[in-house]
Structures are given as structure tokens and as C-alpha cells.
Nanobody
Framework: QVHLVESGGGLVQAGGSLRLSCAASGSFFSIIAMGWYRQAPGKQRELVATVTSGGSTNYADSVKGRFTISSDNNKNTVYLQMNSLKPEDTAVYYC????????????????WGQGTQVTVSS
């Protein structure tokens, strides 16, 4: 019903940059917030950054000052600009979107993308 397509992952050296994109499509009424999470092998998925449709942002302490989340509401797309990448940033990055499937949706939706691999070499 709601599809999230991620792109932009890859392999970079420490100190380099990557820009992730996630576009939402399908049948929905609105998007309230979108965000990025990441999961390294053997570790729990953790929040990286979120942004609301109004532009409010939230970042994990580990990425503050290095990552920037932004969105294009007209395109239902969220971006994650990652600068000064560190080896510990290596993980699969997942896009998340939450909102209303239809007008006055009581339950809302919460969908995840398939993930995109980010690898930072030292």
C-alpha cells in the first residue's frame, strides 16, 4: 500500500560523504514523518534521524553535526546527507515513513524500506 524506495548507499572512505534518498509512493493520505534507521550485523536497529512534514528534525547523538536530514514534501521524499563518515557508520540504512492512509485514519501506517548498504572503510 505504501512503498518506500531507497537509494544512495555505497562504499566510501572514512571522512567521505554519501547522500541517501527515500521516495514514498502508493496509496496514502499524508505523511507525518519520515526517518532513517540503521542496523549493523549482530546489532539492534537504531534511529539515525527523523523529520516531520513541518520540518522538525531529530538526530542521534552519534551523527549530530555530521548528518543532515531533509525532505521534499511535494515529492514525498526524504534525504540523508552524510558527511565525515566513520567506519562505525557502516550499516544497512532503512527508511521509515508514518502517516495517514486516508482522511481521518485512526490507526495510521508505519512502513519500512528494504534498506541500503552503507560501508565506510578506514
Amino acid at each position: 500500500q505504501v512503498h518506500l524506495v531507497e537509494s544512495g548507499g555505497g562504499l566510501v572512505q572514512a571522512g567521505g560523504s554519501l547522500r541517501l534518498s527515500c521516495a514514498a509512493s502508493g496509496s496514502f493520505f499524508s505523511i507525518i514523518a519520515m526517518g532513517w534507521y540503521r542496523q549493523a550485523p549482530g546489532k539492534q536497529r537504531e534511529l539515525v534521524a527523523t523529520v516531520t512534514s513541518g520540518g522538525s528534525t531529530n538526530y542521534a547523538d552519534s551523527v549530530k553535526g555530521r548528518f543532515t536530514i531533509s525532505s521534499d514534501n511535494n515529492k514525498n521524499t526524504v534525504y540523508l546527507q552524510m558527511n565525515s563518515l566513520k567506519p562505525e557508520d557502516t550499516a544497512v540504512y532503512y527508511c521509515n515513513a508514518g502517516g495517514q492512509r486516508y482522511r481521518n485514519d485512526r490507526y495510521g501506517y508505519d512502513y519500512w524500506g528494504q534498506g541500503t548498504q552503507v560501508t565506510v572503510s578506514s
